[in-house]
């Protein structure tokens, strides 16, 4: 059980460390904003948990007499310090986040509650007894194609047929736009 530990130990902090390099390299190559310091956070995070499986490996080896136990506190002082310190830029990291990004989050929040708010509750394609086509071109409309004619290319059918289906779904489901007709939960399925 020992050596498997001392394996996957080994393992994690070698994947950890690929994974902080690559988002490291994200942070490096985005313009400044949320996703740079995320990505950032989140190498951080992956160094402090790379530190973490390194020393657990180096107790376990040590305990398997696979290295000499004063190599391993020669290993673990530096290690602590960086762990150390590595938690203290995580924590700077994730309150930098809050204070820079908190508004955004509040406003997307904000935004997904009116788009919400916007569609009946109980508002379902299955209710408003809707024809096979009308749920093809429901479909469609959920899946971001919104234009007349982009439904009428993938249907087979003129912009104008189109254009009285999606006219159709807004009367018999009550809503006005092609973008309520997005947030139109989807019917349940019968279980």
Not at 67 to 90: D, F, K, M, N, Y
Not at 162 to 183: C, F, G
Request: with cysteine; charged share 15%; net charge positive.
């Amino acid at each position: 059980m020992q050596i498997y530990t001392i394996v996957m130990n080994g393992a994690a902090t070698l994947l950890l460390i690929a994974l902080a390099a690559k988002l490291g390299k994200a942070a490096w190559r985005a313009p400044r904003g949320p996703f740079r310091a995320a990505s950032a956070a989140g190498a951080a995070v992956c160094l402090l948990l790379a530190i973490s499986s390194l020393e657990r490996f180096g107790v376990h080896a040590a305990q398997a007499r696979l290295i000499a136990s004063g190599w391993l506190r020669w290993l673990l002082e530096p290690l602590a310090a960086a762990q150390a310190t590595l938690a203290v830029l995580v924590g700077i990291c994730a309150l930098v986040l809050i204070l820079r990004h908190w508004n955004h989050l509040g406003r997307a929040q904000s935004m997904v509650h009116v788009l919400t708010e916007r569609v009946p509750s109980k508002a379902h394609a299955t209710q408003a007894r809707l024809s096979a086509r009308e749920n093809e071109v429901l479909g469609l409309i959920r899946s971001g194609v919104l234009s007349d004619g982009e439904i009428a290319g993938a249907l087979h059918i003129s912009p104008a047929t189109a254009a009285t289906h999606v006219q159709r779904i807004l009367r018999k489901t009550d809503l006005h736009n092609r973008r309520d007709l997005m947030l139109l939960p989807r019917a349940r399925s019968a279980a």
